[in-house]
């Protein structure tokens, strides 16, 4: 079984930006049509990278 790639999503209008990592290897292309904070529909899509992960996890620890 392939492992999922996380993928790092960020609106550049305001900053905004989350990592999105599937549960299965089911293919869902844009867990957002638009950045939750602006509204913006220009974002950006790129595979995360294990740091962009580990900040993430820490974010939401200790937000
Ligand atoms: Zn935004």
Partial sequence: MIRPQPMLYRCPKCGWKDVF????DMLI????EA???CGGHE???KPA???DVAVEKL?????
Avoid: V
Avoid at 59 to 63: G, M, N, R, Y
């Fill in 21 to 24: 990592a599937p549960k299965s």
């Fill in 49 to 51: 990278g294990a740091m």
């Fill in 59 to 63: 974010s939401k620890i200790f937000s």
């Fill in 43 to 45: 974002l950006e899509c």
């Fill in 29 to 32: 292309e844009k867990p957002w």
């Fill in 35 to 37: 950045c939750p904070n």
